[in-house]
């Protein structure tokens, strides 16, 4: 094992100690091992302290440059998930994923020269992140959200709780880890909210849902009693706690059978749009979401397209709201 890769085995204990996501740590792992690989293979270098700026903005070039899936940690792994059958193989990596490596980077050297001190000098202090164009987002149509939800058959366990956790993720804005964790005792129908508890940090916040989703948690709850012994509010039909790709790929499966693209942050980030659209501002949303400040929550879901800005005005336009 060289240094490098002693560092990288390291830096994870350090994040899973943290409970950090599963998809955040497969992230960094990802996003390190690679970078250790061309390090070795292109300059030699086994050792974190021998890396320099220049050996960072090297590797970015190399990102930019190469193909979507042409390397990976682990060659064993090309037989067994055939990147070269994948219709986007060796096309153009996207600067939203450049953007990804270059912070996970800088996580990890961060962490070497502010917390363990293993380095005297970071590389990563003057690279600059990519600067990525943010695509808009366009809002599901309550049509398009109706035919989704028509796509489950509520007659059976697996169907009646995926729409209903649709529903929750639509009306609450809360994450699909943060629904799919619920128990009954979190949820407080005389107040019609919810209490979410962040696994990473203990902090604790509510979120709110309409009297609509209501009685649609009520009902749910009743069948599932009936159902099953699950300390969840959205089990499996095993009363184990649900797997978020799970839930990910029933709902788009449901999405793709109306030719409708769908996904569970799609449903966060709708619920915060027309929390806005209808009225709602920007620090009680904020709180909602869990975000760190109200800067945060603009910078994620400022991204309304012109025809939602003046379905906005035409709402709230000066003249309309004038008795003159």
């Given at each position: 094992m060289t240094d490098f890769e002693f560092q990288i085995d390291n830096f994870m204990l350090y994040c899973t100690s943290r409970n950090l996501a599963k998809k955040t740590l497969a992230s960094y792992e990802q996003s390190l091992k690679l970078l250790a690989a061309y390090l070795q293979n292109q300059f030699v270098i086994t050792e974190v302290l021998k890396v320099q700026s220049g050996h960072i903005r090297n590797y970015i070039k190399y990102i930019q440059e190469r193909g979507k899936y042409s390397v990976v940690t682990n060659e064993a792994s090309i037989n067994k998930n055939f990147p070269h059958n994948r219709s986007d193989y060796n096309k153009q990596v996207s600067t939203v994923t450049v953007a990804n490596y270059v912070r996970n980077i800088k996580v990890f050297f961060n962490w070497l020269y502010d917390t363990e001190r293993e380095i005297t000098k970071n590389p990563c202090e003057k690279i600059e992140n990519p600067k990525v164009q943010r695509k808009i987002k366009k809002m599901l149509a309550p049509e398009d959200i109706k035919r989704v939800l028509?796509?489950?058959?509520?007659?059976?366990?697996?169907?009646?709780?995926?729409?209903?956790?649709?529903?929750?993720?639509?009306?609450?804005?809360?994450?699909?880890?943060?629904?799919?964790?619920l128990m009954p005792e979190h949820i407080d129908f005389k107040h019609k909210s919810i209490l979410i508890t962040n696994p990473k940090n203990k902090q604790q916040r509510f979120v709110y849902f309409s009297p609509k989703l209501g009685l649609e948690l009520r009902s749910w709850l009743k069948y599932h009693d009936r159902y099953s012994n699950s300390p969840y509010v959205f089990p499996t039909t095993r009363g184990t706690q649900l797997?978020?790709?799970?839930?990910?790929?029933?709902?788009?499966?449901?999405?793709?059978?109306?030719?409708?693209?769908?996904?569970?942050?799609?449903l966060r980030n709708n619920s915060a749009k027309y929390y806005i659209l209808n009225g709602g501002d920007w620090f009680t949303l904020s709180k909602i979401l869990g975000h760190s400040s109200v800067e945060v929550t603009q910078k994620a879901y400022l991204d309304f397209t012109d025809e939602e800005v003046g379905r906005k005005y035409q709402k709230h336009s000066p003249l309309s709201n004038l008795d003159i």
């Open positions: 028509n796509q489950f058959d509520t007659s059976k366990f697996h169907d009646y709780r995926n729409s209903v956790i649709t529903l929750t993720l639509l009306d609450t804005g809360m994450r699909i880890g943060e629904c799919l964790a797997d978020i790709r799970n839930f990910e790929k029933a709902l788009r499966e449901a999405g793709k059978r109306v030719n409708i693209d769908i996904h569970p942050h799609q």
